[in-house]
Protein backbone atom coordinates (compact mmCIF):
# COMPACT_ATOMS: atom_id res chain seq x y z
CA UNK A 1 0.00 0.00 0.00
CA UNK A 2 1.31 3.17 -1.15
CA UNK A 3 2.67 5.70 1.54
CA UNK A 4 -0.54 7.46 3.45
CA UNK A 5 -3.11 5.77 1.74
CA UNK A 6 -5.71 4.77 3.85
CA UNK A 7 -7.92 1.13 3.53
CA UNK A 8 -11.52 0.97 3.72
CA UNK A 9 -11.44 -0.84 6.95
CA UNK A 10 -9.08 1.81 8.27
CA UNK A 11 -11.13 5.03 6.94
CA UNK A 12 -14.62 3.35 7.83
CA UNK A 13 -13.06 3.18 11.73
CA UNK A 14 -11.71 6.55 11.40
CA UNK A 15 -15.21 8.33 10.25
CA UNK A 16 -16.68 6.51 13.55
CA UNK A 17 -14.42 8.29 15.60
CA UNK A 18 -15.62 12.17 14.21
CA UNK A 19 -18.82 13.37 15.93
CA UNK A 20 -22.19 13.15 14.46
CA UNK A 21 -21.73 17.20 14.91
CA UNK A 22 -19.37 16.98 12.21
CA UNK A 23 -20.92 14.91 10.12
CA UNK A 24 -24.77 16.48 10.40
CA UNK A 25 -25.75 17.84 6.99
CA UNK A 26 -25.20 21.11 6.45
CA UNK A 27 -28.79 22.96 6.06
CA UNK A 28 -29.24 23.78 1.78
CA UNK A 29 -31.05 27.25 0.98
CA UNK A 30 -33.98 27.13 -0.57
CA UNK A 31 -33.50 27.74 -4.67
CA UNK A 32 -34.75 30.37 -5.81
CA UNK A 33 -37.63 30.36 -8.15
CA UNK A 34 -38.61 32.55 -11.07
CA UNK A 35 -41.99 34.37 -10.48
CA UNK A 36 -45.15 32.92 -11.57
CA UNK A 37 -46.92 34.24 -15.24
CA UNK A 38 -45.76 35.23 -17.75
CA UNK A 39 -42.35 37.58 -17.70
CA UNK A 40 -44.40 40.50 -18.66
CA UNK A 41 -46.93 40.32 -15.80
CA UNK A 42 -44.05 40.36 -13.31
CA UNK A 43 -43.61 43.14 -10.56
CA UNK A 44 -40.95 45.30 -11.07
CA UNK A 45 -39.45 43.89 -7.94
CA UNK A 46 -39.49 40.36 -8.58
CA UNK A 47 -37.91 41.37 -12.45
CA UNK A 48 -35.40 43.20 -10.43
CA UNK A 49 -34.67 40.39 -8.37
CA UNK A 50 -34.79 37.75 -11.04
CA UNK A 51 -32.23 39.26 -13.32
CA UNK A 52 -29.63 40.00 -10.12
CA UNK A 53 -30.02 36.14 -9.38
CA UNK A 54 -29.25 35.44 -12.51
CA UNK A 55 -32.31 32.76 -13.27
CA UNK A 56 -32.95 35.34 -16.49
CA UNK A 57 -31.04 37.65 -18.12
CA UNK A 58 -31.54 41.46 -19.26
CA UNK A 59 -32.40 39.87 -22.20
CA UNK A 60 -34.80 37.59 -21.91
CA UNK A 61 -37.01 40.13 -19.93
CA UNK A 62 -37.18 42.79 -22.66
CA UNK A 63 -37.99 40.59 -25.71
CA UNK A 64 -40.52 39.50 -23.49
CA UNK A 65 -41.93 43.08 -22.98
CA UNK A 66 -41.26 44.01 -26.18
CA UNK A 67 -43.32 40.83 -27.46
CA UNK A 68 -46.34 41.64 -25.77
CA UNK A 69 -46.02 45.30 -25.99
CA UNK A 70 -45.90 44.60 -29.92
CA UNK A 71 -49.38 42.12 -29.59
CA UNK A 72 -51.36 44.33 -27.35
CA UNK A 73 -50.38 48.16 -27.96
CA UNK A 74 -51.62 48.37 -31.50
CA UNK A 75 -54.83 48.38 -29.73
CA UNK A 76 -54.35 51.13 -27.20
CA UNK A 77 -52.05 53.38 -29.01
CA UNK A 78 -50.58 53.96 -25.24
CA UNK A 79 -46.69 53.76 -26.76
CA UNK A 80 -46.44 56.26 -29.08
CA UNK A 81 -42.72 55.84 -30.08
CA UNK A 82 -41.04 52.26 -30.55
CA UNK A 83 -37.96 52.28 -28.50
CA UNK A 84 -37.40 48.42 -28.96
CA UNK A 85 -34.05 48.27 -30.91
CA UNK A 86 -32.49 50.94 -28.30
CA UNK A 87 -33.99 48.80 -25.25
CA UNK A 88 -32.60 45.30 -26.63
CA UNK A 89 -29.35 47.17 -27.01
CA UNK A 90 -29.00 48.59 -23.35
CA UNK A 91 -29.79 45.20 -22.44
CA UNK A 92 -27.48 42.96 -24.00
CA UNK A 93 -25.12 46.08 -22.56
CA UNK A 94 -26.63 44.95 -18.51
CA UNK A 95 -26.25 41.52 -19.17
CA UNK A 96 -22.34 42.07 -20.00
CA UNK A 97 -22.03 44.20 -16.17
CA UNK A 98 -19.53 41.95 -14.30
CA UNK A 99 -21.47 40.70 -10.95
CA UNK A 100 -20.34 42.52 -8.11
CA UNK A 101 -20.70 45.99 -9.92
CA UNK A 102 -23.64 48.14 -8.43
CA UNK A 103 -25.99 47.37 -11.50
CA UNK A 104 -28.52 50.13 -9.92
CA UNK A 105 -32.26 49.27 -8.33
CA UNK A 106 -33.86 48.56 -11.43
CA UNK A 107 -30.94 46.86 -13.67
CA UNK A 108 -32.65 45.01 -17.07
CA UNK A 109 -36.05 45.83 -15.62
CA UNK A 110 -38.26 47.32 -18.58
CA UNK A 111 -40.42 50.95 -18.31
CA UNK A 112 -41.88 53.66 -20.49
CA UNK A 113 -41.05 57.23 -19.98
CA UNK A 114 -44.04 60.27 -21.25
CA UNK A 115 -43.62 61.90 -23.94
CA UNK A 116 -43.78 65.31 -22.61
CA UNK A 117 -39.97 65.09 -20.69
CA UNK A 118 -36.67 65.10 -22.51
CA UNK A 119 -35.51 61.81 -23.82
CA UNK A 120 -31.75 62.80 -25.57
CA UNK A 121 -31.92 62.59 -29.22
CA UNK A 122 -35.69 62.54 -28.95
CA UNK A 123 -38.40 65.08 -29.88
CA UNK A 124 -40.08 66.40 -26.97
CA UNK A 125 -43.67 67.34 -29.09
CA UNK A 126 -45.78 67.03 -26.18
CA UNK A 127 -48.71 66.32 -28.13
CA UNK A 128 -48.11 69.26 -30.28
CA UNK A 129 -47.15 68.21 -34.27
CA UNK A 130 -45.72 71.79 -34.33
CA UNK A 131 -43.14 70.87 -32.08
CA UNK A 132 -41.77 67.59 -33.62
CA UNK A 133 -38.93 70.00 -34.48
CA UNK A 134 -37.82 69.86 -30.74
CA UNK A 135 -35.36 67.80 -30.14
CA UNK A 136 -34.07 67.01 -26.87
CA UNK A 137 -29.82 67.89 -25.93
CA UNK A 138 -29.92 65.86 -22.70
CA UNK A 139 -31.79 63.51 -20.35
CA UNK A 140 -34.73 65.04 -18.14
CA UNK A 141 -33.57 64.26 -14.58
CA UNK A 142 -36.28 61.29 -14.02
CA UNK A 143 -35.16 60.09 -17.43
CA UNK A 144 -31.53 59.95 -16.35
CA UNK A 145 -32.20 58.68 -13.13
CA UNK A 146 -33.92 55.65 -14.14
CA UNK A 147 -31.04 54.81 -16.88
CA UNK A 148 -28.81 54.95 -13.95
CA UNK A 149 -30.66 52.72 -11.77
CA UNK A 150 -30.53 50.40 -14.56
CA UNK A 151 -33.99 50.62 -16.16
CA UNK A 152 -34.61 49.90 -20.04
CA UNK A 153 -36.87 52.21 -21.82
CA UNK A 154 -38.78 50.44 -23.79
CA UNK A 155 -40.76 53.40 -25.46
CA UNK A 156 -42.69 56.44 -24.79
CA UNK A 157 -45.94 56.86 -23.91
CA UNK A 158 -48.92 59.57 -25.34
CA UNK A 159 -50.22 62.33 -23.89
CA UNK A 160 -52.47 65.09 -24.70
CA UNK A 161 -51.46 68.43 -26.52
CA UNK A 162 -49.18 70.44 -24.16
CA UNK A 163 -50.55 67.73 -21.25
CA UNK A 164 -53.67 69.87 -20.90
CA UNK A 165 -55.98 67.87 -21.23
CA UNK A 166 -57.00 65.29 -18.61
CA UNK A 167 -58.06 62.61 -21.86
CA UNK A 168 -55.24 61.33 -24.10
CA UNK A 169 -55.99 62.31 -27.47
CA UNK A 170 -53.83 64.86 -30.05
CA UNK A 171 -53.78 65.51 -34.00
CA UNK A 172 -49.99 63.86 -33.42
CA UNK A 173 -50.39 60.43 -32.29
CA UNK A 174 -54.16 59.99 -31.69
CA UNK A 175 -56.53 58.58 -28.97
CA UNK A 176 -55.33 56.18 -26.38
CA UNK A 177 -57.78 53.81 -25.10
CA UNK A 178 -57.93 52.26 -21.61
CA UNK A 179 -57.03 48.51 -21.86
CA UNK A 180 -60.53 47.54 -19.81
CA UNK A 181 -63.29 49.00 -22.10
CA UNK A 182 -62.01 51.03 -25.21
CA UNK A 183 -65.34 53.30 -24.31
CA UNK A 184 -63.81 54.98 -21.27
CA UNK A 185 -60.98 57.51 -21.06
CA UNK A 186 -57.91 56.19 -19.78
CA UNK A 187 -57.18 59.79 -18.43
CA UNK A 188 -55.13 62.27 -19.01
CA UNK A 189 -52.30 63.60 -19.33
CA UNK A 190 -50.37 60.48 -18.64
CA UNK A 191 -52.97 58.30 -19.78
CA UNK A 192 -50.87 56.60 -22.17
CA UNK A 193 -48.39 55.72 -19.43
CA UNK A 194 -51.61 54.23 -17.59
CA UNK A 195 -52.98 52.09 -20.28
CA UNK A 196 -49.45 50.96 -21.09
CA UNK A 197 -48.52 49.60 -17.32
CA UNK A 198 -52.11 48.32 -16.50
CA UNK A 199 -51.47 46.40 -20.02
CA UNK A 200 -48.64 45.03 -18.92
CA UNK A 201 -46.54 47.26 -21.18
CA UNK A 202 -43.30 47.39 -18.86
CA UNK A 203 -43.59 47.16 -15.22
CA UNK A 204 -43.16 51.04 -14.48
CA UNK A 205 -44.47 53.91 -16.13
CA UNK A 206 -43.34 57.22 -15.78
CA UNK A 207 -45.67 59.99 -15.71
CA UNK A 208 -46.01 63.72 -14.00
CA UNK A 209 -48.82 65.69 -12.47
CA UNK A 210 -50.00 69.45 -12.15
CA UNK A 211 -53.52 68.66 -11.73
CA UNK A 212 -54.35 65.33 -11.29
CA UNK A 213 -52.38 63.61 -14.45
CA UNK A 214 -50.72 60.94 -12.11
CA UNK A 215 -53.91 59.94 -9.61
CA UNK A 216 -56.50 60.34 -12.44
CA UNK A 217 -55.18 58.03 -14.81
CA UNK A 218 -54.55 55.34 -12.53
CA UNK A 219 -57.91 55.66 -10.78
CA UNK A 220 -58.99 54.80 -14.71
CA UNK A 221 -57.08 52.58 -15.53
CA UNK A 222 -56.85 50.06 -12.35
CA UNK A 223 -53.04 50.52 -11.24
CA UNK A 224 -51.22 52.31 -8.63
CA UNK A 225 -49.20 56.04 -8.33
CA UNK A 226 -48.07 58.53 -6.03
CA UNK A 227 -47.73 62.46 -7.13
CA UNK A 228 -45.09 63.33 -4.69
CA UNK A 229 -44.46 66.47 -2.82
CA UNK A 230 -43.77 68.98 -4.92
CA UNK A 231 -39.70 69.03 -4.95
CA UNK A 232 -38.97 65.21 -4.00
CA UNK A 233 -38.36 64.09 -7.75
CA UNK A 234 -35.79 66.43 -10.07
CA UNK A 235 -37.63 68.02 -12.99
CA UNK A 236 -35.73 70.24 -16.01
CA UNK A 237 -36.46 70.16 -19.71
CA UNK A 238 -33.18 71.98 -21.50
CA UNK A 239 -35.10 71.82 -24.91
CA UNK A 240 -37.58 74.30 -23.04
CA UNK A 241 -37.16 77.55 -25.00
CA UNK A 242 -38.13 78.87 -21.30
CA UNK A 243 -38.49 78.51 -17.37
CA UNK A 244 -41.98 77.62 -16.43
CA UNK A 245 -44.06 79.95 -14.08
CA UNK A 246 -42.98 79.76 -10.44
CA UNK A 247 -46.51 78.70 -9.45
CA UNK A 248 -46.92 75.87 -12.26
CA UNK A 249 -43.32 74.35 -10.99
CA UNK A 250 -44.53 74.51 -7.61
CA UNK A 251 -47.34 72.94 -8.49
CA UNK A 252 -45.96 70.12 -10.85
CA UNK A 253 -44.53 66.54 -9.93
CA UNK A 254 -43.02 63.91 -11.54
CA UNK A 255 -43.92 60.25 -10.24
CA UNK A 256 -44.61 56.48 -11.12
CA UNK A 257 -47.44 54.21 -12.16
CA UNK A 258 -47.03 51.06 -11.25
CA UNK A 259 -49.47 47.96 -10.25
CA UNK A 260 -48.52 47.16 -7.17
CA UNK A 261 -47.23 49.67 -4.00
CA UNK A 262 -44.05 48.39 -3.65
CA UNK A 263 -43.04 49.16 -7.64
CA UNK A 264 -44.17 52.55 -6.71
CA UNK A 265 -42.13 52.98 -4.11
CA UNK A 266 -39.03 50.99 -5.45
CA UNK A 267 -39.72 53.75 -8.58
CA UNK A 268 -39.90 56.62 -6.31
CA UNK A 269 -36.38 56.02 -4.61
CA UNK A 270 -34.80 55.97 -7.66
CA UNK A 271 -36.40 58.83 -9.38
CA UNK A 272 -36.23 61.55 -6.80
CA UNK A 273 -32.46 61.19 -6.72
CA UNK A 274 -30.90 64.46 -7.18
CA UNK A 275 -29.85 66.72 -10.05
CA UNK A 276 -28.17 69.63 -9.95
CA UNK A 277 -30.75 71.59 -12.76
CA UNK A 278 -33.53 71.76 -10.41
CA UNK A 279 -33.16 74.44 -7.96
CA UNK A 280 -36.30 73.41 -6.36
CA UNK A 281 -35.34 69.70 -5.47
CA UNK A 282 -35.28 68.98 -1.84
CA UNK A 283 -33.36 66.03 -0.44
CA UNK A 284 -35.73 65.08 2.32
CA UNK A 285 -35.47 61.40 3.53
CA UNK A 286 -38.16 59.03 1.91
CA UNK A 287 -39.51 57.72 5.37
CA UNK A 288 -40.24 59.50 8.41
CA UNK A 289 -40.83 58.94 12.07
CA UNK A 290 -44.22 56.57 12.57
CA UNK A 291 -46.98 58.07 14.36
CA UNK A 292 -47.40 56.82 17.93
CA UNK A 293 -50.34 54.21 18.40
CA UNK A 294 -52.70 53.41 15.79
CA UNK A 295 -52.68 55.44 12.75
CA UNK A 296 -55.61 57.86 12.27
CA UNK A 297 -57.05 58.63 9.06
CA UNK A 298 -59.71 61.37 7.76
CA UNK A 299 -62.36 59.96 5.56
CA UNK A 300 -63.38 63.37 3.99
CA UNK A 301 -66.58 64.29 4.03
CA UNK A 302 -67.88 65.62 0.56
CA UNK A 303 -69.31 69.15 0.12
CA UNK A 304 -72.94 69.58 0.16
CA UNK A 305 -72.71 71.21 -3.61
CA UNK A 306 -71.02 67.50 -5.13
CA UNK A 307 -72.92 64.75 -7.04
CA UNK A 308 -71.72 61.89 -5.84
CA UNK A 309 -71.81 58.39 -7.36
CA UNK A 310 -72.42 55.79 -5.36
CA UNK A 311 -70.40 53.53 -6.49
CA UNK A 312 -67.55 55.99 -5.27
CA UNK A 313 -69.10 56.47 -1.62
CA UNK A 314 -69.22 52.63 -1.77
CA UNK A 315 -65.69 52.04 -2.58
CA UNK A 316 -64.49 54.73 0.06
CA UNK A 317 -66.39 53.21 2.90
CA UNK A 318 -64.75 49.67 1.53
CA UNK A 319 -61.46 51.03 1.57
CA UNK A 320 -61.67 52.78 5.05
CA UNK A 321 -62.40 49.31 6.61
CA UNK A 322 -59.82 47.59 4.90
CA UNK A 323 -57.79 50.33 7.27
CA UNK A 324 -59.47 49.82 9.84
CA UNK A 325 -59.15 45.78 9.93
CA UNK A 326 -55.48 47.00 8.85
CA UNK A 327 -54.99 48.35 12.38
CA UNK A 328 -55.93 52.37 11.10
CA UNK A 329 -58.76 54.22 13.05
CA UNK A 330 -60.91 55.73 10.72
CA UNK A 331 -63.22 58.95 11.41
CA UNK A 332 -65.42 60.77 8.79
CA UNK A 333 -64.60 64.42 8.97
CA UNK A 334 -64.27 67.60 7.24
CA UNK A 335 -60.84 68.18 5.73
CA UNK A 336 -59.48 71.89 5.33
CA UNK A 337 -61.61 74.36 3.10
CA UNK A 338 -61.00 71.62 -0.19
CA UNK A 339 -63.43 74.05 -2.41
CA UNK A 340 -61.77 77.09 -1.65
CA UNK A 341 -58.43 74.79 -2.54
CA UNK A 342 -59.69 74.04 -5.43
CA UNK A 343 -60.25 77.39 -6.47
CA UNK A 344 -56.99 78.47 -5.90
CA UNK A 345 -55.46 75.97 -8.23
CA UNK A 346 -57.76 76.63 -10.92
CA UNK A 347 -57.42 81.02 -10.59
CA UNK A 348 -53.39 80.52 -10.41
CA UNK A 349 -52.58 77.83 -12.75
CA UNK A 350 -55.48 79.53 -15.69
CA UNK A 351 -54.65 83.14 -14.90
CA UNK A 352 -50.78 82.17 -15.32
CA UNK A 353 -51.12 79.79 -18.28
CA UNK A 354 -52.61 82.78 -20.37
CA UNK A 355 -50.62 85.47 -19.26
CA UNK A 356 -47.44 83.32 -20.36
CA UNK A 357 -48.24 80.78 -22.49
CA UNK A 358 -52.27 80.98 -23.86
CA UNK A 359 -51.15 83.04 -26.81
CA UNK A 360 -48.37 80.63 -28.18
CA UNK A 361 -50.53 77.43 -27.42
CA UNK A 362 -53.66 78.46 -29.17
CA UNK A 363 -52.84 78.72 -33.14
CA UNK A 364 -50.65 75.46 -32.64
CA UNK A 365 -53.04 73.44 -30.78
CA UNK A 366 -56.53 71.44 -32.43
CA UNK A 367 -60.47 72.77 -31.52
CA UNK A 368 -60.47 69.89 -29.18
CA UNK A 369 -57.86 71.33 -26.91
CA UNK A 370 -59.34 74.74 -27.60
CA UNK A 371 -62.78 73.51 -26.35
CA UNK A 372 -61.30 71.93 -23.19
CA UNK A 373 -59.29 75.00 -22.49
CA UNK A 374 -61.73 77.18 -22.50
CA UNK A 375 -63.65 75.18 -20.48
CA UNK A 376 -60.97 75.30 -17.74
CA UNK A 377 -60.98 79.01 -18.29
CA UNK A 378 -64.29 79.85 -17.62
CA UNK A 379 -64.05 78.07 -14.13
CA UNK A 380 -61.60 80.69 -13.15
CA UNK A 381 -61.38 84.16 -11.77
CA UNK A 382 -59.52 86.82 -14.02
CA UNK A 383 -56.77 88.21 -11.74
CA UNK A 384 -55.30 91.36 -11.87
CA UNK A 385 -51.98 91.95 -10.22
CA UNK A 386 -53.57 92.36 -6.71
CA UNK A 387 -55.50 89.21 -7.43
CA UNK A 388 -52.84 87.68 -8.46
CA UNK A 389 -50.73 88.28 -4.96
CA UNK A 390 -53.67 87.64 -3.18
CA UNK A 391 -54.09 84.34 -4.59
CA UNK A 392 -51.02 83.41 -3.72
CA UNK A 393 -51.23 84.33 -0.51
CA UNK A 394 -54.40 82.31 -0.19
CA UNK A 395 -51.83 79.37 -1.37
CA UNK A 396 -49.85 79.59 1.89
CA UNK A 397 -52.59 80.10 4.07
CA UNK A 398 -54.35 76.62 2.61
CA UNK A 399 -50.88 74.89 2.80
CA UNK A 400 -50.55 75.67 6.80
CA UNK A 401 -54.60 74.64 7.27
CA UNK A 402 -53.88 71.35 5.93
CA UNK A 403 -50.56 71.12 8.02
CA UNK A 404 -52.54 71.67 10.83
CA UNK A 405 -55.17 69.19 10.06
CA UNK A 406 -52.40 66.41 9.53
CA UNK A 407 -51.05 67.12 13.15
CA UNK A 408 -54.33 65.23 13.97
CA UNK A 409 -55.21 62.75 10.86
CA UNK A 410 -51.80 61.81 9.50
CA UNK A 411 -53.67 60.52 6.02
CA UNK A 412 -56.53 61.74 4.65
CA UNK A 413 -58.62 59.45 2.46
CA UNK A 414 -60.48 61.07 -0.51
CA UNK A 415 -61.98 59.91 -3.53
CA UNK A 416 -60.11 60.64 -6.91
CA UNK A 417 -63.47 60.60 -9.04
CA UNK A 418 -66.98 61.13 -7.41
CA UNK A 419 -67.87 60.34 -10.99
CA UNK A 420 -67.85 56.63 -13.09
CA UNK A 421 -65.33 57.21 -15.58
CA UNK A 422 -66.52 58.83 -18.10
CA UNK A 423 -66.13 58.31 -22.25
CA UNK A 424 -62.57 58.87 -23.81
CA UNK A 425 -63.15 62.67 -25.20
CA UNK A 426 -65.72 63.57 -22.68
CA UNK A 427 -64.24 67.53 -22.17
CA UNK A 428 -65.06 67.88 -25.64
CA UNK A 429 -68.41 67.82 -25.38
CA UNK A 430 -69.05 71.01 -24.67
CA UNK A 431 -67.44 73.44 -21.81
CA UNK A 432 -69.87 73.31 -19.40
CA UNK A 433 -69.27 69.50 -19.46
CA UNK A 434 -65.66 70.42 -19.10
CA UNK A 435 -66.27 72.48 -15.88
CA UNK A 436 -68.67 69.56 -14.34
CA UNK A 437 -65.67 67.46 -14.95
CA UNK A 438 -62.94 69.17 -12.89
CA UNK A 439 -65.12 71.19 -10.62
CA UNK A 440 -67.30 68.12 -9.48
CA UNK A 441 -65.96 64.56 -10.57
CA UNK A 442 -62.07 65.88 -9.83
CA UNK A 443 -61.91 68.23 -7.42
CA UNK A 444 -60.01 66.48 -4.44
CA UNK A 445 -57.44 65.74 -6.97
CA UNK A 446 -56.59 68.87 -8.24
CA UNK A 447 -56.99 70.72 -5.35
CA UNK A 448 -54.43 68.97 -3.92
CA UNK A 449 -51.35 69.87 -6.81
CA UNK A 450 -51.68 73.78 -5.20
CA UNK A 451 -50.75 72.73 -1.75
CA UNK A 452 -47.63 70.51 -3.38
CA UNK A 453 -48.94 67.69 -1.20
CA UNK A 454 -48.38 63.45 -1.98
CA UNK A 455 -51.01 61.76 -3.13
CA UNK A 456 -51.21 58.35 -3.47
CA UNK A 457 -54.36 56.73 -5.43
CA UNK A 458 -54.91 52.62 -5.03
CA UNK A 459 -57.44 50.52 -6.92
CA UNK A 460 -60.34 49.37 -4.49
CA UNK A 461 -62.87 47.78 -7.34
CA UNK A 462 -64.76 47.94 -10.52
CA UNK A 463 -67.93 49.11 -10.94
CA UNK A 464 -69.78 48.29 -14.48
CA UNK A 465 -66.20 47.01 -15.48
CA UNK A 466 -64.71 50.17 -15.33
CA UNK A 467 -61.76 50.36 -12.39
CA UNK A 468 -62.25 52.61 -8.97
CA UNK A 469 -59.36 53.68 -6.57
CA UNK A 470 -58.96 56.08 -3.77
CA UNK A 471 -57.01 58.75 -2.86
CA UNK A 472 -54.31 58.55 0.32
CA UNK A 473 -53.03 62.32 1.46
CA UNK A 474 -50.36 62.94 3.71
CA UNK A 475 -48.58 65.54 4.90
CA UNK A 476 -45.91 66.96 3.04
CA UNK A 477 -42.81 64.64 2.31
CA UNK A 478 -44.83 61.94 3.58
CA UNK A 479 -45.01 59.89 1.18
CA UNK A 480 -44.37 56.78 3.15
CA UNK A 481 -47.29 57.50 5.30
CA UNK A 482 -50.12 57.98 2.15
CA UNK A 483 -48.07 54.62 0.68
CA UNK A 484 -48.39 52.50 3.71
CA UNK A 485 -51.75 53.07 3.86
CA UNK A 486 -52.25 52.38 0.01
CA UNK A 487 -50.00 48.74 0.87
CA UNK A 488 -52.59 47.90 3.89
CA UNK A 489 -55.85 48.54 0.98
CA UNK A 490 -53.98 46.87 -1.77
CA UNK A 491 -53.34 43.55 0.61
CA UNK A 492 -56.78 42.78 1.31
CA UNK A 493 -57.90 43.91 -2.79
CA UNK A 494 -55.16 42.66 -4.82
CA UNK A 495 -53.75 44.00 -8.16
CA UNK A 496 -56.90 44.55 -9.64
CA UNK A 497 -55.01 44.35 -13.32
CA UNK A 498 -54.78 40.37 -12.50
CA UNK A 499 -58.47 40.44 -13.67
CA UNK A 500 -57.83 42.45 -17.11
CA UNK A 501 -55.07 39.78 -17.58
CA UNK A 502 -57.10 37.29 -17.13
CA UNK A 503 -59.88 38.25 -19.63
CA UNK A 504 -57.17 37.85 -22.23
CA UNK A 505 -56.07 34.40 -21.42
Known amino acids: MAKGAVSAKSGAKSQKSVSSKTLAPKPVAPKARLP ?20 VSAVEVTEAHIAHMHAVNP ?29 GALHGVPITIKENVDYAGRPNPNGVPALMSVVAPSDSPVVRNLKKAGAIVLGLTNTPEFSFRGFTDNPLHGLT ?3 WRPDITCGG ?35 TTVKPTQGRIPAFNESATAERPMLAHLMSAQGPLARSVADVRLALGVMSQRDPRDPWWVPAPLEGPKPKGPVKVALAKMPADINVHPSVTA ?26 VWQTWCDIITNETMALQEAKMLPVTSEDFHKAWGGIKAKANPLDMVGWMNATAARSSHIRAWQMFFEDYPVVLAPTSV ?15 TREIFWNDLRFISAINVLGLPGAVVP ?39 ELWSRAD
Open 75 to 103: KLNAVVVDLSDEALRAARAADKLRKGVDR
Open 36 to 55: KGPVWQWSAVDTAAAIASGM
Open 177 to 179: LNP
Open 189 to 223: SSGGAGSAVAAGIGTIAHGNDIGGSLRWPAHCNGV
Open 315 to 340: ALRQAADHLERGGYRVTEVEVPDING
Open 460 to 498: VALHDGKPVGVQLIAGRYREDLALDAAATIEKRVGMLVR
Open 419 to 433: QPTPGPRADTESPER
